[in-house]
T-cell receptor, first 116, second 112 residues
């Protein structure tokens, strides 16, 4: 199992450009998440998808959109990149089953994005 | 509302010394608690978790944590650290929703 994969690993954008960050998991998890990590700020939730077909805003959704393409894939789109979106982006997934007790998240390796 | 407070942003320690990373939480419902570790330039991985039962939880790499409901704490400990334990450590909780709450992280720096 590959776990959670993210592409690309690194990206440099100019202000105003758009891009999509891809995330896929092969663990048949129901829930998927996008976070950004900035120095001293910990992890901040951008969007999440509790199950296939649903998406919801997290703490910092402005400037982003998401698509839960199917159960495996959850993409994050920056329509018009800004320097404030320079960050490391992590995708995570979780079975999120109260019945099974499996609540931990599995994280991808991250995408390091710089917007100039 | 729920929250996680990691009391130290940075903890320097010498190799082979014991270490404790502190985590306090607040929640109006029962919670599940987690510690994750992030090595440089990597994603987070689970170190240990408390769901129920014994309040002392053992994890990977010799770490353990104790759930204290009365003090709403979940401190992480290791009796003897190695250089390879240098990393960022995150405490997290999950209450009644799909959204976990993370602390801001504690940077453990192990000196030779």
């Amino acid at each position: 199992n590959a776990g959670v994969t993210q592409t690309p690993k690194f990206q440099v954008l100019k202000t105003g450009q758009s891009m999509t960050l891809q995330c896929a998991q092969d663990m048949n998890h129901n829930s998927m998440y996008w976070y950004r990590q900035d120095p001293g700020m910990g992890l901040r939730l951008i969007y999440y998808s509790a199950s296939e077909g649903t998406t919801d805003k997290g703490e910092v959704p402005n400037g982003y959109n998401v698509s839960r393409l199917n159960k495996r894939e959850f993409s994050l789109r920056l329509e018009s990149a800004a320097p404030s979106q320079t960050s490391v982006y992590f995708c995570a997934s979780s079975e999120a089953s109260w019945a099974s007790g499996n609540h931990e998240q599995y994280f991808g390796p991250g995408t390091r994005l710089t917007v100039t | 509302a729920q929250s996680v407070t990691q009391l130290d942003s940075q903890v320097p320690v010498f190799e082979e010394a014991p270490v404790e990373l502190r985590c306090n939480y607040s929640s109006s419902v029962s919670v599940y608690l987690f510690w994750y570790v992030q090595y440089p330039n990597q994603g987070l991985q689970l170190l240990l978790k408390y769901l129920s039962g014994s309040t002392l939880v053992k994890g990977i790499n010799g770490f353990e944590a104790e759930f204290n409901k009365s003090q709403t704490s979940f401190h992480l400990r290791k009796p003897s650290v190695h250089i390879s334990d240098t990393a960022e450590y995150f405490c997290a909780l999950r209450g009644g929703s799909y959204i976990p709450t993370f602390g801001r992280g504690t940077s453990l720096i192990v000196h030779p």
